[in-house]
């Protein structure tokens, strides 16, 4: 209950019902009435009228109305109006009865969620996201978005299959006016990606990244990170040190590995360029995919397993209607307000501070249905069914990394990035992802993590940089690669391709330790640098010079052209006028 509210009218919104608060704005569900009773609901956002007069924070939500104003696609929640009352700034957005991806995950997991269904609820989301990546200005100049915040919180599945992007709250669009200072982190840890745990500045393939964990998971059927510390989870993050899918699911197929381990690339430039292209390799991936299930069967079952607790949502939503309907407008202002549960509809951020790991309410993250047994969800039918409303989402964590006041934590964050985290984890993942240098172009550090018995080490390099490398025909992300496998004495096909360059193969024998240097033969001629192959830790190998010196390294791409669609046009630097004022 809300009895300090002294004023429940807001413009044409009644409001009914407060769904949530936080540290910049608060959430409601409102009605917009009409003649003929004409009743149509919405979610209202407030910013917190002490910080409407706060130029930064007012900014910063001018900033979120601009762009969530200008978003209109079936896979983002939609923007009804952004407006203001006297000194009540909001925006309006729609309706939306469902549940968001942690929840659904969390309450059907004893039933399995089907592997093939959770696919396609990342594919839609990858769809609205890439569409507000490609957003332009009306004289389409890119805008340059980026959400900085895509977690199974922000991800929307309606009770009739329908999947929104929700919270652009902390989104940019590049030169904003609300610029984010350089090493501020904003979003959940435990989805971020290693430039954006780094403070560094961002771009729509740190969303791609989080997908890509999205997808880990959905395909594992677990957390990526669970019982460790923020702290660790961003020095694992920051080195890379990431387990592969088919360590925890061998049975796995080596296809869908792939896109989840180049979607989670270390190095930017080795993962999807776009949404869309992710979006391409899951919808591929699904077409020869045993498991069938849809969205809309996935909407059936939530609706289905969530009845109780819509049936009381419903039964309040009626009463405070009908109570909206009869009062008098003066008597309606100071009315208490009920508070439901925040992931009954669309579930906007409350402002003010990022989670940490993300960590929901509803516990486990979910089972994991085997590729090899697709089937329709089932809903039980126990007494265990019965659930109680749902609680408010936990606060998290800003990791604020800025000179002023974060130079601790900064120093924190690297210090654990260096020196590795193993004495605050509580587990060695089976299988490590790990690059061999850092983006700053320093020698970087091994994973601190113990050796586990029967695993060697591969570390493989190779020219020219653009590379890539294939174990077994599954993709290993970034040049170099160093990383942990099963000391398994069977035979590996170790393959290195890049355009222009014939592809090297090698067989290896997993009973040793191997550090390999391989330079790529140009297709129109020329040598090939010597292999460098040790035959244990510690003692190489013999190496034959090359006969001509290799040829040299392409420069490498521009980055930034390729995120733009053209190429051509400057990044449009967001309107600050205020669009609340008349002229």
Do not use: C
């Not at 902390?170 to 904003?186: C, F, N, Q, W």
């Not at 430039?195 to 989080?210: I, K, N, P, S």
């Not at 020095?235 to 296809?255: C, D, F, K, M, W």
């Not at 985290?421 to 970087?444: C, D, K, L």
């Amino acid at each position: 209950m809300q009895g300090a509210r002294s004023n429940n009218i807001l413009g044409k919104y009644r409001l009914i019902a407060e769904l949530g608060s936080g540290g910049m704005a608060e959430v409601f569900l409102a009605v917009a009435q009409g003649p003929g009773g004409f009743n149509k609901l919405t979610v209202i956002k407030q910013i917190r009228p002490q910080l409407a007069e706060d130029p930064e924070f007012l900014a910063m939500f001018l900033d979120e109305a601009r762009l969530a104003a200008r978003l209109n696609h079936p896979n983002v929640v939609q923007t009804n109006e952004v407006g203001h009352d006297g000194s009540r700034y909001f925006i309006a957005m729609e309706y939306l009865e469902g549940q968001p991806l942690n929840r659904l995950t969390g309450r059907l997991g004893r039933d399995r969620v089907p592997l093939g269904a959770h696919l396609r609820v990342l594919a839609d989301a990858l769809a609205g996201l890439h569409y507000a990546h490609d957003l332009t200005d009306y004289d389409g100049t890119p805008m340059d978005v980026v959400h900085r915040d895509v977690t199974p919180h922000n991800l929307f599945v309606t009770y009739d299959g329908q999947v929104k992007v929700v919270d652009f709250g902390i989104a940019k669009a590049m030169d904003s006016s609300a610029e984010t200072r350089t090493g501020v982190l904003k979003g959940k840890i435990a989805y971020m990606a290693p430039e954006q745990a780094r403070g560094e500045r961002v771009d729509r393939r740190a969303d791609v990244f989080a997908v890509g964990v999205m997808l880990w998971e959905a395909a594992v059927g677990k957390r990526l990170w669970t019982g460790i510390p923020d702290m660790a989870i961003l020095a694992r993050i920051v080195n890379g040190e990431i387990p592969t899918p088919r360590s925890q699911r061998p049975e796995l197929p080596p296809e869908l590995e792939a896109i989840i381990l180049r979607a989670m690339a270390h190095r930017k430039e080795d993962r999807h360029r776009t949404a869309g292209e992710l979006q391409a390799d899951i919808e591929n991936f699904l077409e020869s995919f045993p498991d069938r299930s849809s969205t809309r069967d996935l909407g059936r079952a939530l609706a289905q397993r969530f009845e109780e607790e819509r049936s009381k949502i419903r039964s309040l939503v009626e009463a405070q209607l009908r109570d909206a309907r009869s009062m008098p407008t003066d008597e309606y202002r100071a009315v208490d307000l009920p508070r439901l549960g925040r992931h009954s509809m669309t579930p906007p951020s409350m402002g003010g501070q990022g989670t940490g790991t993300g960590t929901g309410s509803e516990g486990d993250y979910g089972s994991w249905r085997s590729y090899r047994q697709p089937g329709s969800l089932t809903v039980a039918t126990s007494a265990s069914a019965a659930m109680a409303m749902p609680t408010a989402r936990p606060k998290g964590l800003l990791l604020a990394l800025a000179a002023a006041g974060g130079a601790g934590l900064a120093a924190g964050v690297w210090l654990l990035a260096r020196h590795g985290a193993s004495h605050a984890t509580t587990e060695t993942p089976a299988a490590i992802v790990a690059p061999a240098a850092q983006a700053t172009g320093g020698q970087a550090a091994n994973p601190s993590l113990p050796g586990v018995p029967g695993e060697v080490d591969l570390k493989v390099t190779a020219r020219p940089a653009e590379a890539r490398f294939f174990l077994d025909d599954v993709l290993l992300p970034g040049n170099p690669v160093s990383r942990r496998v099963p000391r398994d004495g069977s035979k590996h096909r170790l393959r290195a391709e890049a355009a222009g360059y014939k592809t090297e193969t090698r067989e290896l024998s997993f009973d040793k330790d191997f550090d390999i240097e391989l330079a790529l033969e140009r297709e129109s001629g020329g040598e090939r640098a010597a292999l460098t192959q040790p035959a244990g830790r510690g003692a190489a190998a013999a190496a034959k010079p090359a006969a001509t010196p290799p040829p040299p390294e392409p420069p490498p791409p521009e980055e930034e052209p390729a995120m733009r669609r053209g190429g051509t046009k400057p990044v449009r630097q967001l309107d600050t006028t205020n669009p609340f004022m008349t002229p």
